[in-house]
């Protein structure tokens, strides 16, 4: 069913200058639902920087394209697949996987690496008869889902992020990011000429995901099953192959993966994008059941399907690879020298618009205002007694199944297969993938709901922030910026600001940084019975890291002289310390003050450019304890901070330890001399040595007082919690 406004309605009708029929309007309906024409955030986030030296596609494509050098270059994109995952974790998740492969493939690039952030509600939240966990259920299908389709098709999973909040009860969010690899004269630029054949490949069309497009684009109340797409990864394996080698070959002029409104989309953005008009005969497509109508046809979201332009000369050497692969293929229709998508069904047409009103929505005008409840969090608000037991309280937030190990959701994704990861997922704050030319990339995601709800602009500026740091923390320079922006229902004002808000933040930090934006994705209607889920922005950061000898680990050694870098503020809103342990919302959450952040990364660039580091790591959810905890478990080594040599401008101790101020790293060198001679000639810089890494010990002091005493087995033990609750 057409799910237009009635100012929609009426201005489609203006536009065609008469009535559309059934077809058309349900097909201009998908089209111009927020998942796809992205009406309500198009003109904010249009404001964002996109341009940089490394730049050759940036946003508004399939991927973008990324040069990396010596006639290489590298694709990114990312998506989500919420609705669906919350109705079916593992086919939703799956999906997501194989639709961000083929935007990935869509450029001509070949996929070589997956990265996931995921959102779901406590573990212990036990919401069902039997006492078990929704949560657990959906964490456990939807890891099973991304690693199946990645395991299948050989692409490695080889980074990604994960956190637990109440806003997502019943609910969850999946994004899914690729990366893609190849060479600078294969990128395919979409053109098209009078005549070329229009060729539909892949899986056949089916009545599954009908309206997919408009249930992620209405607020989730219900199991709508029958819009969720059903995944084929070992088709998808095999369209990853025929696409790759008909580039090769110089075989297609254009191409397009059938993602979100199925034909309808695919179709008319294809069409307007090139300018050209298509003719389209909906009797070729291939399909799983009879009887199919015109309509089910145009929007299904049935998987595994992609849209190819090639000419009368070239079209043998289509038909010769795609037999070899055995794939399904069909001459769909024809470019023409008019500008309208014409689809006919048994020679009779039944929808005829120009493309360009079809692929353009109307821009909604959405209002916002400041949310209430920012108030009432602020007045309501009572910091907490600092505990006695500080021990315990690391502990517990090494437990923390938002802070925990997450080894047992990597040993689920094969993150070696392809041969180019170096830095696996958990050695590092970024995983690092080899590329041909002798260079590598750093990528990782980041984001942050619980400081994004408390103030989504410094929030959001956080989440950035900590991107940047943790590929820097391997050795790379950022070269791109990702987002994907989850919000609740735009139609409401209080929504809508934070949406705003965020979008500043990555306006103001990427220009600043110089960091181009050069992809992303608004998701709205993140909603449950409960109401809108917390404002949440993630980051992807991409780096360039130009020699082997500057890829660094997080892992302590035993002997390493720890520094720490940046200052250390009251700053505990929305912590993992306050959520966690104290169940208090609420706080001054952490602002990045953009100038420091930009001089302390750099600062970390240029020690390890020295190669006087043997680890680094950011410092950032858990505060400073976590962050020194979490080297010394992957290096197997204790330590003994001296937290009164920490610069900080706490006022307890509680701050001092946990707080999660950002532009904040962790050092562990053989050089401490060096060092420390490095940093003192870099004007502005903060800095200072806390402490040796040494034996099984783990304690802070304050001068001579032990506030923290425990022992490496102790904080590896619960480190591993997640492991131990999902293997219960």
């Not at 999946?174 to 070329?196: K, M, Q």
């Not at 959001?460 to 609740?488: K, M, W, Y």
């Not at 901070?641 to 509680?654: G, T």
Request: proline share 4%.
């Amino acid at each position: 069913m057409a799910d237009l406004t009635k100012d929609e309605s009426r201005y489609l009708a203006y536009k065609l200058n008469r009535e559309p029929n059934k077809i058309e309007k349900e097909i201009v309906a998908a089209e111009w639902s927020e998942h796809c024409s992205y009406k309500s955030s198009k003109r904010f986030i249009k404001m964002l920087p996109s341009k940089g030296k490394h730049v050759i596609v940036g946003p508004g494509y399939d991927a973008a394209v990324l040069d990396v050098g010596d006639g290489y270059v590298i694709t990114v994109h990312i998506q989500s697949h919420n609705h669906p995952s919350a109705v079916d974790p593992y086919g939703g998740a799956a999906t997501g996987v194989g639709g961000v492969i083929r935007d990935i493939i869509s450029t001509g690039t070949r996929p070589i690496a997956l990265l996931d952030a995921l959102r779901f509600a406590p573990l212990h939240e036990e919401n069902n008869e039997d006492g078990s966990s929704t949560s657990e259920w959906l964490l456990r299908h939807v890891v099973r889902g991304i690693g199946d389709y990645g395991n299948c098709i050989g692409v490695p999973t080889v980074a990604g992020e994960i956190e637990f909040d109440p806003s997502f009860i019943n609910y969850c969010l999946v994004d899914v990011a690729s990366i893609g690899f190849g060479r600078r004269d294969s990128i395919v630029r979409n053109r098209a000429n009078y005549d070329d054949l229009i060729i539909l490949v892949g899986g056949p069309t089916g009545r599954d995901g009908i309206h997919g497009a408009a249930f992620a684009s209405k607020t989730y109340l219900h199991h709508n099953r029958s819009a969720v797409q059903i995944p084929d990864p070992f088709l998808e394996k095999l369209l990853i192959e025929a696409i790759t080698e008909a580039v090769e070959e110089g075989a297609i002029k254009a191409l397009k993966d059938l993602g979100g409104g199925g034909l309808s989309c695919c179709l008319s953005e294809m069409s307007d994008s090139l300018g050209k008009g298509f003719d389209i005969e909906l009797r070729e497509v291939h399909v799983k059941e009879k009887g199919m109508s015109p309509l089910e046809l145009m929007l299904s979201e049935s998987q595994e399907r992609m849209l190819i332009i090639t000419d009368h000369l070239k079209i043998d050497n289509i038909r010769r690879i795609f037999d070899k692969y055995e794939l399904k293929y069909v001459i769909l229709g024809k470019i023409k020298d008019h500008h309208n998508l014409v689809i006919r069904c048994n020679e009779k047409i039944v929808a005829n618009m120009p493309s360009t009103i079809v692929a353009n929505a109307p821009l909604a005008r959405r209002y916002s205002k400041r949310p209430a409840y920012l108030t009432t969090l602020r007045l309501d608000f009572t910091p907490p007694v600092t505990p006695s037991n500080l021990t315990g309280v690391l502990l517990s937030m090494l437990s923390n199944p938002t802070i925990a190990s997450k080894d047992w959701i990597y040993r689920q994704y094969d993150h070696e297969v392809g041969l180019r990861t170096m830095l696996k997922p958990g050695e590092a704050d970024a995983s690092v993938l080899r590329l041909n030319n002798g260079k590598f990339i750093s990528v990782k995601l980041d984001g942050n709901s619980k400081q994004c709800y408390i103030d989504p602009y410094h929030g959001t500026l956080g989440c950035l922030s900590e991107a940047c740091r943790n590929v820097a923390c391997t050795g790379a320079f950022p070269i791109g910026i990702i987002d994907h922006l989850q919000f609740g229902s735009p139609e409401n004002p209080e929504v809508f600001w934070s949406f705003r808000k965020a979008v500043n933040a990555i306006n103001n930090y990427c220009k600043f940084m110089k960091i181009p934006v050069v992809g992303g994705k608004v998701s709205f209607y993140n909603e449950t019975s409960k109401g809108p889920i917390k404002p949440t922005p993630v980051i992807g950061a991409i780096g360039l890291i130009e020699e082997k000898r500057l890829i660094t680990q997080s892992s302590l050694k035993d002997g390493n002289a720890i520094f720490i870098v940046g200052t250390t503020a009251n700053e505990i809103g929305g912590s993992e310390y306050y959520e966690y342990v104290h169940h208090i919302t609420g706080g001054n959450v952490a602002k990045v003050d953009m100038n420091i952040d930009r001089l302390n990364l750099r600062s970390i660039l240029q020690l390890i450019d020295k190669n006087v580091v043997s680890c680094v790591h950011d410092c950032s959810k858990g505060g400073v304890a976590v962050a020194i905890s979490e080297m010394a478990i992957l290096g197997g080594v204790g330590f003994n901070v001296f937290i009164d040599k920490i610069p900080n401008s706490c006022s307890n101790i509680d701050s001092l330890l946990f707080s999660e101020s950002h532009s904040r790293y962790v050092i562990g060198t053989k050089e401490p001399k060096t060092v420390e001679k490095i940093l003192s000639g870099i004007e502005g810089l903060v800095f200072s040595r806390i402490c040796d890494a040494y034996k099984e010990k783990v304690t802070f002091k304050m001068k001579s007082k032990i506030l923290i005493d425990t022992d490496l087995p102790a904080i590896t033990t619960n480190f591993k919690r997640l492991e131990q609750i999902m293997t219960r």
